[in-house]
């Protein structure tokens, strides 16, 4: 599966940014799909996943309240409305495929995931 992510870019603390996440797969709406995010010499962390039919949602501490993702399995997408951003939010965005077909729970990691976009960067300034 390819996956595209879009929608980065330079925003001041306490602005919004909508990431999405194109699939090119017919089988979308049967795996969850999730977004990590990944600094240069730290490892890749989790933010946000859904599951295959958008009915459960998991997320980072740090993350919730603030980060939303949902998904339209009509039209292959997956989003993440990001509001009010801080400067640690600062990051390349990936969105990835869950490898589990049909899993809806609330154990997420990177190690779960099979397929993943070339990432979107987000920056916030202070």
């Known amino acids: 599966v390819q996956l595209q992510a879009s929608g980065g870019g330079l925003v001041q603390a306490g602005d919004s940014l909508r990431l999405t996440c194109a699939a090119s797969e017919r089988t979308f709406s049967s795996f969850g799909m999730g977004w990590f995010r990944q600094t240069p010499g730290k490892e890749r962390e989790f933010v946000a996943a859904?599951?295959?039919?958008?009915?459960?949602?998991v997320y980072a501490d740090s993350m919730k309240g603030r980060f939303t993702i949902s998904r339209d399995n009509t039209k292959n997408t997956v989003v993440l409305q990001m509001n009010s951003l801080k400067p640690e939010d600062t990051a390349r965005y990936y969105c990835?495929?869950?490898?589990?077909?049909?899993?809806?729970?609330?154990?997420?990691?990177?190690?779960?995931?099979?397929?993943w976009g070339q990432g979107t960067l987000v920056t916030v300034s202070s």
């Open positions: 990835a495929r869950d490898r589990r077909i049909y899993y809806s729970g609330s154990d997420y990691s990177s190690r779960d995931f099979d397929s």
């Open positions: 859904i599951d295959w039919s958008g009915g459960s949602r």
